[in-house]
């Protein structure tokens, strides 16, 4: 899928459990939903990735997303300091941010809220569940809502 200029959308996955990070990645490429999908498995890593520093320096094979799908629980830098971050630097507070993870806990949904996340969506159990979920974000974040205008 791209957006209506023809464009790739960039998808910015941001999580540590690399069986959920693989069936985020494979549900989305099975439902065509993204023609990029970067994954980082640390805060600091999507911190480095969004900022453009140490691995991913180049713009080129890093190029700032058009949505991140934000996990909470976080090695190195959690998911609320990653989401706080972002959404108080002015080149990035734009990007669309989903904070995709499994707790339902009213403290972490209002806390993600109160940093402006877009979305908070709780993972489900069910593989057929999630792979719906995946389709249906995708579907409604990047084709029928209007992408934000991001400098680079």
Same mark, same amino acid.
């Given at each position: 899928?791209?957006?209506?200029?023809?464009?790739?959308?960039?998808?910015?996955?941001?999580?540590?459990?690399?069986?959920?990070?693989?069936?985020?990645?494979?549900?989305?490429?099975?439902?065509?939903?993204?023609?990029?999908?970067?994954?980082?498995?640390?805060?600091?890593? /999507?911190?480095? *990735?969004?900022?453009?520093? &140490?691995? !991913?320096?180049?713009?080129?094979?890093?190029?700032?997303?058009?949505?991140? %799908?934000?996990?909470?629980?976080?090695?190195?830098?959690?998911?609320?300091?990653?989401?706080?971050?972002?959404?108080?630097?002015?080149?990035?507070?734009?990007?669309?941010?989903?904070?995709?993870?499994?707790?339902?806990?009213?403290?972490?949904? /209002?806390?993600? *809220?109160?940093?402006?996340? &877009?979305? !908070?969506?709780?993972?489900?159990?069910?593989?057929?569940?999630?792979?719906? %979920?995946?389709?249906?974000?995708?579907?409604?974040?990047?084709?029928?809502?209007?992408?934000?205008?991001?400098?680079?």
């Amino acid at each position: 899928m791209t957006d209506l200029k023809g464009e790739p959308l960039v998808i910015l996955l941001v999580e540590d459990n690399e069986d959920h990070a693989t069936l985020v990645m494979r549900s989305m490429q099975e439902q065509r939903v993204a023609n990029v999908i970067y994954h980082v498995d640390d805060g600091q890593k /999507a911190l480095d *990735y969004l900022f453009h520093e &140490n691995e !991913y320096k180049d713009v080129t094979t890093s190029p700032l997303p058009d949505i991140i %799908l934000l996990d909470l629980r976080l090695p190195r830098v959690d998911g609320i300091e990653v989401l706080k971050v972002i959404k108080q630097t002015k080149n990035l507070k734009r990007i669309p941010i989903i904070v995709l993870t499994s707790s339902d806990a009213e403290s972490d949904i /209002a806390q993600s *809220y109160d940093c402006r996340a &877009n979305s !908070y969506v709780v993972k489900p159990l069910d593989f057929t569940i999630f792979r719906q %979920l995946m389709n249906d974000l995708g579907f409604y974040w990047l084709a029928w809502n209007e992408k934000p205008y991001i400098s680079e």
